[in-house]
């Protein structure tokens, strides 16, 4: 028998990762009668998250405003508990919805088992079987797989992670990735109005005639010697004269005194400050290669035909590296500058890369989810 109020659905994120492939499933969520779509941010990440709310057209039911400088990990994971807590004791959720691997999401999912309130896990099932590396994203996605009763699995390959792990096949369902619907939404929105990532203009002119490399370095795994191999990784490419790299840098003071230290001054490197999501999509069709630490890129890059080099020692996103989407090559200086030469100068390498299928969705993951959520509280 149907409820006669509409199901609460809880949707929590808080960084900007999170915001990308959430908006879409909000907007799905509240496309669909039958179901209401509760909104709390946790701002883990303040000035960037909000970008994204804005471009997405979300309004938060609850902003906790959690961010503090230089924050540690175990006393954002109290101040998240007990907040988030608050939220759920007040809304009586029927359901919980969290997304990836952040603090903000495995938090989502302990405090709803702490009430016994059921969880729904968007982009569930990536595994990089080495808790270290994303650290700590990997335990955090093992805690959330734990507790979550709807896995919302990618890709064939995650969903086989899960039910490796006993997860019941029956609560394993494939939608593709979320970030292709919100990439397809914002290059159409930039198609229709250009003013939305002009402000990469100057740049573009300054760089006219030259190969883009786009770069995104910000792992925690990363901090200290892997980031100062990348920034001389990237120093070393800045040497070329056909070639020209746009960095937006993480806010994190941990990246950016690196960064500072090996390249500032250098005319054809752009370091910038962080971009909101329609220039961030933008850079993306600008940039001929992207060298990244980041998980979304992997999946959004190859929606664009572009390479990524993947700076990280594993990726929980094995599917873009046999699809040949993606390379991994780690923190090593010379990996990263060789694989990067190497598509540069070979085009069939480049070739192989950029026209390999994107394993990574459709642009209708969102109404998937939309849907079998409805189903499941209908």
């Not at 496309?31 to 970008?51: F, M, N, S, W």
């Not at 096949?169 to 979320?178: D, F, L, P, S, W």
């Not at 993480?250 to 090996?262: L, S």
Request: net charge negative; glycine share 8%; charged share 20%.
């Amino acid at each position: 028998m149907a409820q006669e109020t509409a199901p609460k659905v809880l949707v929590i994120f808080g960084t900007r990762p999170e915001a990308i492939k959430l908006f879409p499933v909000v907007q799905a969520l509240s496309a669909t009668d039958g179901l209401e779509p509760i909104v709390c941010v946790t701002a883990q990440h303040r000035a960037i998250l909000d970008q994204v709310l804005e471009i997405g057209q979300i309004t938060p039911d609850f902003d906790l405003d959690i961010m503090q400088p230089d924050q540690t990990l175990d006393a954002l994971t109290s101040r998240l508990l007990l907040k988030i807590g608050a939220v759920m004791d007040e809304v009586k959720p029927d359901r919980v919805l969290v997304q990836g691997d952040t603090a903000t999401a495995m938090v989502g999912a302990l405090a709803a088992y702490y009430r016994k309130i059921p969880v729904g896990h968007v982009e569930a099932g990536l595994r990089s079987y080495n808790i270290y590396h994303p650290w700590p994203e990997e335990v955090n996605r093992k805690i959330i797989g734990t507790i979550a009763d709807l896995h919302f699995a990618p890709t064939q390959t995650s969903a086989e992670a899960l039910m490796r792990e006993a997860v019941p096949k029956e609560q394993v369902h494939i939608t593709g990735n979320t970030v292709i619907d919100a990439l397809h939404w914002v290059t159409q929105r930039i198609a229709d109005n250009p003013g939305l990532a002009r402000g990469l203009d100057e740049l573009k002119q300054r760089f006219a005639g030259k190969r883009i490399i786009g770069v995104t370095s910000h792992r925690r795994e990363n901090f200290g010697g892997g980031l100062e191999n990348i920034a001389k990784a990237i120093a070393d490419l800045a040497t070329r004269d056909d070639t020209a790299l746009i960095f937006p840098v993480h806010p994190n003071p941990n990246v950016r005194a690196v960064m500072d230290q090996e390249l500032k001054g250098l005319s054809n490197v752009a370091m910038i400050e962080p971009l909101d999501y329609p220039h961030f999509v933008h850079l993306l069709e600008l940039a001929d290669i992207m060298l990244t630490d980041s998980g979304g890129v992997q999946e959004e890059a190859p929606a664009l035909g572009k390479p990524v080099l993947v700076m990280r020692e594993t990726t929980e996103r094995p599917e873009g590296v046999a699809a040949g989407t993606a390379k991994l090559v780690g923190t090593d200086r010379k990996a990263i500058v060789g694989a990067s030469t190497a598509l540069l100068d070979d085009p069939a390498a480049y070739a192989a890369m950029a026209q390999a299928h994107n394993p990574f969705g459709d642009g209708h993951s969102s109404a998937r989810i939309a849907k079998l959520l409805f189903d499941q509280h209908s």
